[in-house]
């Protein structure tokens, strides 16, 4: 067990803290962005969209915009003193000669109220020359608009394999993106002090790089732009990339009229500027033995990339390495791209791809299951890694024996056998209504796919009366960061959660950081903050010693009292601070870590690009109508490991929305563009919460279980902790595995079924009546809700 692991007596991680901003939040204290923004009498900026998904921009006017009382300036690409680029990979101009998505921004405009900057923004004249567009996916297959490298990840012989395989089954799985539909939508403020250092106030994931971006906007050194983040209402990987750019528009008007400016898109501009979970389109290919055991897969997938590269590239990556799940497959090949079409730029989303891959092998379990006459939740179980065994790219899976200890236990305390029975029992008397119940596991590796991201700097102060203050690279989104970074410093310094602040994070605190995502935000900087405040309990045990007579290696803090073994006497972490301010011994330090063990060769496709592996199961039990496809969630038992819990009310809170949230993608949220030829083509369809399906409280689970995975003890990780942001998202395939099963119960023992995505009422519906027209051998006709998402299934 390493140092970083070890825990001291009476540590203050593990315990039952609330959020650092509770209060703040459920009082309207705690502060957003535009909340600064509007008090600082700033300029508003308002985007002009473009009405094609894609066209030429051959003229713009703006002086009607200019005769607009409240109107100061029209933004346009010869405002940009620097390089008229948003991204990373200098395909995303923030002032597009060529529009690309229905919604794209071809300007911005400057007023002095929200008002004036709407009316002056409609006053606009822009002429287009509308150009061919590619919509959806098959769209982009078929014209073969592919972008970035495609990449592939293969093991043994998947082609001799399935030559040989017993039972050999194809299909196609399609799926959806996904809306983020955070609280909050994307804000940016921009100022200059009076040292000339310009300052931007932004909702973002990734402070040091939209730091950069904006530098680089505006011909900028890195050290004359700093970036601050507060909080933000939610990000779930949307702000990881996208508000960059924004943050640059917000900046170039301040830049020109020398006052700040703030930038906050309203929900609709929000919805249909930003990038969503990727949609996929995966052709596959799978054989299994007599007795169940997966032999081969071979699959393509395509993945919705939108007009510009974004992260594209990482999140596919990250879908190739999660094809496996949970599942030792021997022989595997599976070819990754990305599709070009004109829509918004697909970026991060909670799980970062890892969601997709998984999608494709759970479909597959799913399907198959019924055709082999094998149990689905047996069937996955006989197929779990054993020890000794590694992923298809060359990792070894250390600890597969818990994910078999968490299913098992998931199995006892749901009653899983005897609820199954009375399932059974109550669909044999219930013609129009029929129950489920499923269970389905999650093996998710966690670090970032880049070595150099996993990096992480911290900034601790300790003031000569005792009190802490830190600072770190990560980002407060909601998901309780934060409140644990206080947990690891007041456990590092042996001083009590109260005697610890945190300040806002800051590029000119803690610079360079990686953006907090992936689920590395409490792993990265949790170990930069311990780091930092070692190096200060180290000098302060010297300054102890002295008082106390003894050993600095004898000393001992604990919750605020500094002793020493064998002796009486007791000092306070005050008193200590005191005497080394007074002996001129340095009371701050700054920290830094990175992640050990690490290597990866992308070209190869092969090395070990995570630290460690997530495990976790869920059983959820659904109730299906048969007469409108209409289900409620039952009830949902989880249990999850996330190693040795820094805060487990956070980590219990973060399994429960990671859940709901990918029960949400998976069950209720359905984007939809226009596909069609008319005038409208490209335009996004669900652009509000009134078109756009959200999961509420009518959606909830009617009983709701979740444990923590105990014998879970993580070496070196920061205080034996695990990731808990996005594995537990993967859980709700549970819930989808739950309506397929519930719907096949429509039709005779044993009817597979195919269950288009995401699985609405409407898609259960049509699955049903499927399944039900099979109790009378009739041809099967019925429409589907997405006749593309409604793949063949075939056997030999």
């Known amino acids: 067990m390493s140092a970083l692991s070890e825990r001291p007596e009476n540590p203050v991680v593990g315990v039952r803290e609330p959020h650092e901003s509770a209060v703040g939040h459920v009082t309207g204290a705690a502060l957003y962005t535009d909340d600064i923004a509007v008090r600082g009498g700033a300029l508003t900026a308002w985007p002009v969209q473009a009405p094609h998904a894609h066209a030429f921009v051959t003229d713009m006017r703006v002086e009607k915009a200019l005769a607009v009382p409240g109107v100061v300036r029209v933004l346009t690409a010869e405002d940009v003193p620097g390089i008229n680029d948003a991204g990373v990979k200098g395909d995303e101009p923030l002032f597009p000669t060529e529009v690309m998505y229905y919604g794209h921004a071809v300007c911005w405009v400057l007023g002095e109220t929200p008002e004036a900057a709407r009316l002056g923004a409609a006053a606009v004249e822009v002429d287009y020359e509308p150009l061919p567009s590619l919509v959806t996916i098959r769209e982009a297959i078929e014209a073969e608009s592919f972008q970035g490298p495609q990449r592939l990840t293969k093991r043994g012989d998947a082609d001799a394999a399935l030559a040989t395989a017993p039972r050999v089954f194809e299909g196609v799985t399609e799926f959806p993106g996904q809306e983020h539909f955070y609280l909050e939508t994307m804000a940016s ?84 500027i930003t990038g969503k979970r990727h949609g996929f389109h995966v052709s596959w290919k799978a054989g299994f033995s007599d007795e169940g055991k997966i032999l081969a897969l071979k699959a393509t997938l395509t993945a919705d990339g939108g007009w510009s590269l974004d992260l594209s590239e990482a999140v596919l990556g990250r879908a190739l390495c999660h094809l496996d799940n949970a599942y030792w497959i021997p022989d595997m090949e599976a070819l990754g791209r990305i599709s070009k079409t004109n829509k918004t730029s697909q970026t991060a989303f909670r799980g970062f791809g890892g969601p997709q891959g998984v999608f494709v092998i759970e479909d597959i379990m799913g399907r198959c299951a019924p055709e082999l006459g094998i149990d689905p939740a047996e069937l996955r179980r006989r197929n779990f890694y054993v020890a000794g065994q590694t992923t298809p790219y060359g990792q070894p899976v250390r600890h597969p024996e818990r994910m078999h200890e968490i299913w098992d236990q998931v199995i006892e305390t749901s009653d899983f056998a005897e609820r199954s029975a009375d399932i059974a029992a109550f669909n044999a008397a219930h013609e129009n209504a029929k129950r489920a119940l499923a269970i389905t596991p999650i093996k998710f590796g966690i670090s970032f796919n880049v070595a150099a991201f996993n990096q992480a700097g911290a900034l601790v102060l300790v003031y000569k009366d005792g009190s802490v203050l830190i600072n770190h690279g990560g980002t407060e989104m909601g998901q309780g960061l934060h409140t644990k970074m206080i947990q690891v410093a007041a456990t590092a310094l042996g001083v009590p959660r109260s005697a610890v602040r945190l300040a806002p994070t800051r590029t000119d605190k803690v610079p360079n950081t990686s953006a907090t995502a992936a689920s ?186 979740v444990s923590l995975y105990e014998r879970a003890h993580e070496g070196g990780v920061v205080y034996g902790s695990k990731a808990v942001g996005e594995p537990p998202l993967m859980l709700a395939f549970s819930a989808r595995e739950a309506l397929r099963q519930a719907a096949a119960a429509f039709g005779p023992a044993g009817t597979p079924c195919d269950l288009a995505s995401p699985a609405t009422p409407e898609n259960v519906f049509w699955a049903l009546q499927r399944a039900a027209l099979q109790n009378a051998d009739m041809r099967v006709d019925a429409p589907t809700a997405d006749a593309a998402a409604e793949p063949s299934l075939a056997r030999s």
């Open 189 to 272: 403020l921009a100022y200059y002090d009076e040292g000339g250092t310009l300052y931007v106030q932004a909702g973002t994931q990734h402070p040091s790089e939209t730091q950069e971006i904006v530098a680089h906007v505006l011909g900028l050194t890195n050290n004359e732009v700093a970036v601050q983040c507060i909080r933000m209402g939610g990000g779930f990987g949307g702000k990881e990339m996208q508000p960059h750019g924004l943050a640059a528009i917000a900046a170039i008007g301040t830049s020109l009229t020398g006052r700040p400016v703030r930038l906050r898109l309203n929900r609709t501009q929000d919805i249909t």
């Open 520 to 705: 590395t935000g409490a792993d990265l900087n949790g170990g930069a903050v311990k780091n930092a405040c070692e190096q200060i309990r180290e000098r302060m045990a010297g300054v102890a010693a002295t008082m106390l007579r003894a050993n600095p290696s004898d000393v001992r803090f604990s919750h605020g009292t500094v002793t020493a073994l064998g002796q009486h006497a007791t000092l306070t972490f005050d008193e200590v601070a005191q005497e080394a301010y007074l002996q001129r011994v340095q009371l701050s330090a700054s920290g830094y870590y990175r992640t050990e063990g690490l290597h990866w060769d992308a070209e190869a496709w092969f090395g070990s690009p995570f630290k460690y592996f997530a495990y976790g199961a869920a059983a959820t039990e659904v109730e299906v109508d048969g007469f409108t496809g209409a289900y409620r969630i039952r009830r949902v038992d989880i249990v999850h490991d996330v190693g040795d819990s820094l805060s487990p009310i956070i980590d219990i809170g973060q399994v429960e929305g990671g859940f709901v949230q990918g029960m949400g993608w998976l069950t209720l949220e359905d984007l939809r563009w226009d596909a069609s030829d008319g005038p409208n083509r490209g335009r996004l369809l669900t652009q509000a919460a009134s078109t756009y399906k959200l999961p509420s409280f009518s959606e909830m689970p009617e009983e709701f279980n």
